[in-house]
């Protein structure tokens, strides 16, 4: 950490003078164990925070500006608290400004400050730079103007910037658990109520290994956008044919409730239908084999949630498919998944800790091998969420 607080208030001072006082933030990128495309479903996920994360550096400059540099992306921009943001200037820059301007919404008022972005989360990899991008901000800008925000209303302002300012209608799950990670345990989410059970994890005897694809498809955001509205079609549809039970969100329906549906429905929205209840189910499953670390059992949910994303919701790829094949053809390998929106991104692997080498190796090579595309491997473990680590004086 002193090497990047090093670097931000090297570049701070570059940028805009004293680093004297220089608040810091930071946000954790996030792995999803299981429980995909249920959270916008009001559903459950079962994610953990991870240790790569985004840190900010700021501090008040006593006007109405914003003055934001990204190490990441090399590139500094301004924009005004008073301005709705345009989506003019970079398109990173609405995630900055979209959370200034949620907050405020949120009628928490906000102070001008000059800010620096310095951040170890894969951009746009699967593993949510952009709500460890949001939260490291959502915690720097009340912190800025003295202000306290409770952390459940912080996640639904990150989310609702992401929604309205940064155009993709993402659930919550990557800003809450970016807000309430924890060493040493899942965080299991129900999307409904916004409260959430830690499950503690050990990975001593187990290890998650996350590996990155390198593919990034276009269609990421516009399919995303179009399976959220068929599953809006899904919830009218099944309320209609379901008539007596109250329907409000896909949610709502158990798995017992699927054959009913399945002459009624068209058949690629029972699809979508069928993977978000049966996801739902197998998230709380899951939590259950974590707690009883019967990780064969957890394993084997992560393997049918991973068929039910390629083949109900349709939303792996073949890159995806390529690693989870290659995963599941290892030794020591109890499960592996595609993990995040999908259309490229990671995949998740649950394998015994005494063969954590030899399947970075070996995915490493096949994967290769069959895609021509050198992967990134991150051996996870679940670390603890977003903090302010120094105000601003
Ligand atoms: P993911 O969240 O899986 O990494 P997204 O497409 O949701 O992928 O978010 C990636 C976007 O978030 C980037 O294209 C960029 O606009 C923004 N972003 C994330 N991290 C940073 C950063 N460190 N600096 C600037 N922008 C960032
Ligand atoms: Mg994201």
Same mark, same amino acid.
């Given at each position: 950490m002193l090497d990047r607080e090093n670097a931000i208030r090297l570049k701070f001072r570059e940028l805009y003078g004293s680093d004297q006082g220089l608040g810091l933030t930071r946000a954790p990128?996030?792995?999803n164990i299981i429980g995909e495309h249920t959270d916008y479903n009001q559903g459950y996920v079962l994610p953990i925070a991870i240790a790569q994360d985004t840190v900010v550096g700021f501090k008040p400059n006593g006007s109405r500006r914003v003055n934001v540099h990204s190490m990441t992306m090399e590139e500094s921009a301004s924009f005004s608290l008073d301005e709705t943001p345009s989506g003019e200037g970079p398109r990173w820059v609405r995630y900055v400004a979209g959370v200034a301007a949620a907050l405020q919404d949120a009628r928490i008022e906000l102070a001008g400050i000059d800010m620096v972005i310095h951040s170890t989360v894969p951009v746009?990899?699967?593993?949510?730079?952009?709500? /460890?991008? &949001?939260?490291?901000?959502?915690?720097?800008?009340?912190?800025a103007a003295g202000v306290d925000v409770e952390r459940k209303k912080l996640a639904l302002i990150c989310q609702d910037a992401e929604n309205k300012y940064a155009g993709m209608r993402c659930g919550v799950m990557d800003q809450y658990v970016a807000?309430?990670?924890? &060493?040493? /345990?899942?965080?299991?989410?129900?999307?409904?109520?916004?409260?959430?059970?830690?499950?503690?994890?050990? #990975? &001593?005897t187990a290890k998650f290994v996350v590996c990155? #694809?390198?593919i990034r498809h276009e269609l990421a955001s516009s399919e995303y956008n179009k399976r959220r509205q068929t599953c809006e079609r899904g919830v009218q549809e099944a309320s209609r044919i379901l008539s007596g039970e109250s329907v409000n969100a896909l949610r709502d329906l158990e798995p017992g409730d699927l054959s009913g549906l399945e002459t009624e429905l068209d058949p690629v929205t029972f699809k979508r239908v069928r993977h978000v209840v049966t996801e739902n189910a197998r998230v709380l499953e899951a939590a259950r084999a974590m707690k009883a670390e019967n990780y064969i059992a957890l394993g084997v949910l992560m393997d049918a949630s991973h068929e039910s994303l390629r083949d109900d919701y349709e939303v792996s790829c073949p890159e995806l498919d390529a690693m989870v094949e290659i995963a599941w053809s290892q030794p020591g390998v109890y499960g592996s998944r595609m993990t995040g929106g999908?259309?490229?991104?990671?995949?998740?692997?649950?394998?015994?800790?005494d063969h954590v080498d030899s399947l970075c190796k070996n995915v490493a090579l096949s994967y290769r091998e069959r895609t021509g595309n050198v992967p990134s491997i991150y051996v996870c473990a679940p670390e603890k969420g977003a903090e302010v680590i120094s105000p601003a004086f």
């Open positions: 990128g996030r792995v746009g990899g699967g593993l949510s730079s952009s709500a /460890a991008l &949001e939260v490291s901000c959502a915690l720097a800008f009340p912190s807000l309430f990670g924890r &060493e040493g /345990a899942a965080v299991k989410l129900d999307c409904r109520s916004l409260e959430h059970e830690l499950v503690p994890l050990s #990975t &001593e990155d #694809t390198s999908g259309f490229g991104g990671c995949t998740i692997t649950l394998v015994s800790s």
